[in-house]
């Protein structure tokens, strides 16, 4: 299936790095690591666009014009709790960007998303917007992200996440065409369970140690 609003970010780094993220055996510390790891070559890709000014400067050896990223600050949006794990990776990379939040948890059994945190930073009109989370499955939980950030008009709008599915990048592609999706991988379906296959299990699970039964 062919997804033109879709980049897979395909480098042999990151495919090794995900290869060991996916692995039962790889320990919380070290899923948390490589997530970082990989969102920063996410984000290199993602933000091959941001805009650039030019700007005077002096070496030791003479006067140049460089480039210093452009005014309007970049907004990260995570969704909780797994996106947290890719929002450290794109930071590293614009520590000075400003962070919304949005609060989803997929209702095991309609697989719908539930929406409980929203607060975003103020005049999204003139800002770029990444929403990230790494797991992409139905693509209920982005789609309903999308749409609640549009809300506040964001001047651009794009959406980073490690794995994707057929599926899942269907549904967004439906819902939000104008969006382009970053991901590390596209797998091969979905479970009965809405659960991306081979994938990696449960993000946010896998992310801070807990398990999904109370
Ligand atoms: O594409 P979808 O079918 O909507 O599934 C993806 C969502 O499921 C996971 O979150 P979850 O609901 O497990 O919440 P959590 O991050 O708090 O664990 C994941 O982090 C996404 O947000
Ligand atoms: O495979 C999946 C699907 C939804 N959420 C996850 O964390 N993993
Ligand atoms: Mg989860």
Redesign the pocket.
Known sequence: MDFPNCTVVDHPLVKHKLTVMRRTDTSTASFRALLEEISLMLGYEALRDLKLREEEIETPMARTTGWALDGKKLVLVP?????QGILDGLLQLVPSARVGHIG???DPES?G?VEYYYRVPANLEDRDVIVC????????????ALQRVKRSRPGSLRFVCLLACPE?LT?LREHHPDVRVFTAAIDEK?DSH?YILPGLG????RLFG?K?VD
């Open positions: 969704i909780l709790r797994a996106g989803l948890y997929r697989l998303a989370d790494p797991m992409l499955a139905t693509g209920n939980s982005a789609v309903a899942g549904n979905l809405g449960d993000a946010g699970d807990t999904s």
